[in-house]
Structures are given as structure tokens and as C-alpha cells.
T-cell receptor, first 114, second 110 residues
Framework: NAGVTQTPKFQVLKTGQSMTLQCAQD?????MSWYRQDPGMGLRLIHY???????DQGEVPNGYNVSRSTTEDFPLRLLSAAPSQTSVYFC?????????????FGEGSRLTVL | LAKTTQPISMDSYEGQEVNITCSHN???????ITWYQQFPSQGPRFIIQ???TKVTNEVASLFIPADRKSSTLSLPRVSLSDTAVYYC???????????FGKGTKLSVIP
């Protein structure tokens, strides 16, 4: 049981490049979400999903796309990276919709956009 | 989703009990209070969750008064390894947009 796995752990991009941050969980959790964390800030919700085929926007969705084709995977796509997207990204999952259950987080993906 | 307010930072000496209070004046009837702990370069980790009165586990205790407008996370006899950021969340079933504030940075001093 690996929990929530994020790849890559580190990535450097140039402005305008695209990339996908991968997130996978092996706990059969319905709820998955992506957060970004900037220095001195809390976590801000980017997108979330309550099940396969269902996604919705969080607080800061601009510049990011998501899809949920399977229960296990929830990739985050940056279509045209900008320096403002330099951050640490965390994927999380929960058995329930998250409100009354425990959120399990991945180890994070540190992204630098030059 | 309840809006929460916590102190930005706290210092404590090793071996002391630490109490971190979270204010959530607009908490809804079906909202639970959940606390997470985050170490540097790691994702947050669930500590404890409660609805009312007192909840205790092997790591911490959570006190929620009858009016549920605040809650207190209590860490007994802290050690250096408890240095972390602690987040308080108020949310109920069907709360899809779980938002974390800036949390409370606890520094444990030798």
C-alpha cells in the first residue's frame, strides 16, 4: 500500500513549456485534490475530483487543467508554464468527500519556472 | 465551510504542554473540526478530528466547547520533533473545497 504517489518530485521548466504532474493513489479513494503551497502561505486548492469523470475548480484554477479517467489517477497539467506557477504542489485523496474524513497527502512536487 | 482563525506562530520549551486555539465563529451544524500537521518539505498529516466535547488519541487531544465556535488542539509534553505547522479546518459531509489557512507555526525550543 503506497498511499499517494506524486511524480516528479522536482522539475524545472522554462516559461511557456507544458508539463503534467502525476498523482496516483492505491486506496480506492473517491476524492482527490491538488493544492499549491507558496513560501509562508497555507495550501491553496487548485482542482478537485469526487470520482472518476468528475472534476471541479478550487480557489486558484487558472493555468491548470485536470482530468480523472480512473479512480486511481488525477494528473495536473500546466499548459503554458509561468514564473507565478513556481511552487510546491501537493496531491491529496480521501475515502469520503473530505469533509469528515482524513486527507492523505503525497510528498509534494517542487516546480520551478524560469 | 467554516472560516478559521489561528495564531500565526507559537514558541514552547521541550516537555511543556502546548495548546493551539482555532476560532471558527461561522461553523455549521454538521461541520467537523480537523487538525493537520505539516513538517518542512512534507505534505500535511492528519492529527485528530472531532465534533464536540473532547477527543483524544495517542498524539493529541482536541477540545471543542458547547458553542463550537472555537477549538483547542493540545499537544502533551512536546519535543523538538513537534516543531511544525498546524492547520485547523472546519468542514462537513459534502465539503468538496477543503481550504487550509496559513496555520500556526510551532517552534519547540530545547
Amino acid at each position: 500500500n503506497a498511499g499517494v504517489t506524486q511524480t516528479p518530485k522536482f522539475q524545472v521548466l522554462k516559461t511557456g513549456q507544458s508539463m503534467t504532474l502525476q498523482c496516483a493513489q492505491d486506496m480506492n479513494h473517491e476524492y482527490m485534490s491538488w493544492y499549491r503551497q507558496d513560501p509562508g502561505m497555507g495550501l491553496r486548492l487548485i482542482h478537485y475530483s469526487v470520482g472518476a469523470g468528475i472534476t471541479d475548480q478550487g480557489e486558484v484554477p487558472n493555468g491548470y487543467n485536470v482530468s480523472r479517467s480512473t479512480t486511481e489517477d488525477f494528473p495536473l497539467r500546466l499548459l503554458s508554464a509561468a514564473p507565478s506557477q513556481t511552487s510546491v504542489y501537493f496531491c491529496a485523496s480521501s475515502l469520503t468527500t473530505g469533509g469528515t474524513g482524513e486527507l492523505f497527502f503525497g510528498e509534494g512536487s517542487r516546480l520551478t519556472v524560469l | 465551510l467554516a472560516k478559521t482563525t489561528q495564531p500565526i506562530s507559537m514558541d514552547s520549551y521541550e516537555g511543556q504542554e502546548v495548546n493551539i486555539t482555532c476560532s471558527h465563529n461561522n461553523i455549521a451544524t454538521n461541520d467537523y473540526i480537523t487538525w493537520y500537521q505539516q513538517f518542512p518539505s512534507q505534505g500535511p498529516r492528519f492529527i485528530i478530528q472531532g465534533y464536540k466535547t473532547k477527543v483524544t488519541n495517542e498524539v493529541a487531544s482536541l477540545f471543542i466547547p458547547a458553542d463550537r465556535k472555537s477549538s483547542t488542539l493540545s499537544l502533551p509534553r512536546v519535543s523538538l520533533s513537534d516543531t511544525a505547522v498546524y492547520y485547523c479546518l472546519g468542514s462537513g459531509a459534502g465539503s468538496y473545497q477543503l481550504t487550509f489557512g496559513k496555520g500556526t507555526k510551532l517552534s519547540v525550543i530545547p
